[in-house]
């Protein structure tokens, strides 16, 4: 692996930590710091009701729900990138342990981010991103 490619996959995992952290945080200005503003991001694999939006608009959706979880933490793990020149392709898996307002036991789940990323004047943003849920434990109702 040359230099250039071991750089820009640590970038790209970095950026993957700023969005766990961003999320983590309700630092929501972090977590689209990590997206193109055009950017298009997918959910409705975790939440039916949940349309696919843009990076501002997700924000905003994410701010008013996850932000008023007391407790929530992202572990992005088996990070696969396989760059082609300006693009990469990244999958990545994720555990999220939550306690969720209104209920007693803890929840978590655990799936697949495929992200898009591209390279940009400002370094390695996603582009688009697809969640993928393999597992819900103590989903809640409205999810």
């Known amino acids: ?18 969005y766990a952290r961003g ?13 193109t503003p055009d950017a298009l991001i997918d959910y409705t694999s975790t ?17 008013q729900g996850l932000g008023k979880m007391p407790m929530k933490i992202h572990y992005i793990t088996n990070i696969e990138i ?5 693009t990469a392709k990244v999958i990545a898996q994720f555990f999220n342990p939550m306690q969720v307002p209104g209920m007693a036991e803890q ?11 591209v390279r940009t004047p400002n370094g390695w943003k996603s582009k688009n ?4 849920l393999v597992w819900f434990i103590n989903r809640p109702a409205a999810a």
């Not at 040359?2 to 996959?9: A, E, G, N, V």
């Open 23 to 35: 999320v983590d945080t309700n630092d929501f200005e972090l977590w689209k710091s990590v997206f």
């Open 82 to 86: 396989t760059l082609d020149g300006d």
């Open 107 to 117: 929840s978590s789940c655990g799936g697949y981010y495929y992200h898009d990323f």
């Open 129 to 132: 991103l697809v969640e993928k």
């Open 47 to 63: 939440s039916s009701t949940l349309p696919v939006s843009t990076r501002d608009d997700m924000a905003t959706y994410l701010e």
């Open 1 to 18: 692996m040359d230099l250039q490619t071991l750089s820009d996959k640590l970038e790209i995992q970095e950026q993957l930590a700023r």
